[in-house]
């Protein structure tokens, strides 16, 4: 069992990371809130049916021992569903429940629940306390840790959204195994960018590793999620509101997420964007000699490894005129987060559009491959 704090306003809280721990989520909860003036044992489980037909009887049961009375509320699933309309939706049942302001929401599910269901709590009568409990490498690694919530817009993803801390994150790889094995290597590519800027010893284990034997070795998983939540929660606590240091997380996010823009969000799933951005970020590290051939390979080579990934063929110009609209919306700078070598990056914005098209060309060069 690992246990990490997450040092932030308006008060630090834990992430624990157990195999297992979701039989025990009742107990745990109980002695959280036992000091605080939450009175109501009123909890709601908001979850997706794939997740709630899995695992819910196992974290029902566990809070029911515990003396809470818990209530599942489903959301349908899927990023589509990622919508302010969702948040209303789920937002009239609590108040059809008999919410109130002491109830506590629990976000059970991938990170489209744990972004919906942070931001129905930041919302639901001014704020509700909410506790993040992941199920997919993604959200546990990631996505629950550092309390931004949102949803989509027609016009963009995440363009709604809110900082609401959770009370306390709950991570459990057990429930991984249910995971489809293309989701499970999406968020491995989250850890190997974790890895890549600020722990060359979590790069090196999954530089290594055959992701189908790392889910069936739980303590390894443990491990691998325990190092990359470590990463987040350092990262976070230090930077909050994301004005500095938290842009460091975004090492392969600035092309990933015009990959995926570009692709109509059909094509990849956004860690397997990430891990084309993490190439393409490294391919242009080496063009502005930030970043020697040697570890630019073992980065590239540990993308790749991994497993495969679905292939680049959009159009080159199309990328650079998506990254030049998100530099006008993000006041006139575009930033890369480029590696200097493996556990430290370093914010670049003054990367020539030649070198974007360039690292493009090689990203649909690896592709074909
Ligand atoms: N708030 C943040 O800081 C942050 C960070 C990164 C990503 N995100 C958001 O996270 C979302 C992506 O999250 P995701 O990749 O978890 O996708 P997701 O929530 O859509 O989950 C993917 C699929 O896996 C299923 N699933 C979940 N757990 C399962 C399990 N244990 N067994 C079997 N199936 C399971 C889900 O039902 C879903 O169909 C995006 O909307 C992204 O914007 C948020
Ligand atoms: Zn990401």
């Not at 992941?134 to 027609?154: E, F, H, M, Y």
Request: glycine residues 8%.
């Amino acid at each position: 069992m690992t246990r990490l704090t997450v040092s932030v306003q308006p008060r630090p809280y834990e992430a624990v990371i157990e195999s297992g721990i979701l039989t025990k989520a009742g107990n745990f909860l109980r002695e959280l809130l036992a000091d605080s003036s939450l009175a109501s044992h009123q909890m709601f489980v908001v979850t997706v049916p794939r997740v709630r037909r899995r695992w819910a009887k196992v974290l029902i049961q566990s809070l029911t021992t515990a003396g809470f009375e818990p209530r599942l509320i489903d959301m349908p699933d899927g990023e589509r569903y990622k919508r302010l309309a969702t948040v209303e939706k789920l937002a009239e049942k609590l108040a059809q429940s008999g919410a109130d302001r002491s109830s506590v929401i629990l976000a059970f599910g991938g990170g489209v629940v744990g972004d919906v269901a942070g931001l129905l709590a930041s919302l639901y009568m001014r704020g509700v306390n909410v506790v993040q409990i992941p199920t997919t490498v993604l959200a546990q690694v990631d996505a629950s840790i550092g309390g931004k919530t949102g949803v989509n817009l027609r016009t963009g993803k995440n363009l709604l959204g809110t900082f609401h801390q959770p009370r306390a994150v709950l991570i459990d790889p057990v429930v991984l195994t249910t995971l489809p094995e293309r989701e499970f290597r999406a968020g491995l590519y989250e850890s190997i960018k974790c890895g890549v800027i600020g722990n060359p010893a979590l790069f090196d284990f999954l530089a290594n590793t055959d992701p189908k034997k790392l889910r069936r070795n739980p303590a390894k998983l443990e491990w691998v999620i325990a190092e990359s939540v470590k990463l987040k929660a350092e990262v976070v606590s230090s930077d909050e509101r994301e004005s500095g240091l938290r842009r460091i997380l975004n090492f392969g996010h600035t092309i990933g997420h015009a990959l995926e823009a570009e692709t109509a969000y059909r094509q990849f799933l956004h860690g397997e964007a990430v891990a084309w951005g993490m190439i393409a970020a490294t391919d242009i590290s080496v063009a502005t000699d930030r970043i020697d051939q040697e570890a630019a390979s073992r980065v590239r080579d540990a993308v790749l490894r991994l497993g495969p990934l679905p292939s680049v063929s959009v159009n080159r110009r199309s990328i650079l005129n998506l990254l030049q609209t998100d530099k006008k919306t993000r006041n006139g700078k575009l930033h890369f987060v480029l590696p200097r070598e493996i556990g430290r990056v370093e914010i670049a914005s003054d990367v020539p559009d030649k070198l974007v098209l360039e690292a493009m060309d090689e990203l649909k060069r690896v592709s074909k491959a």
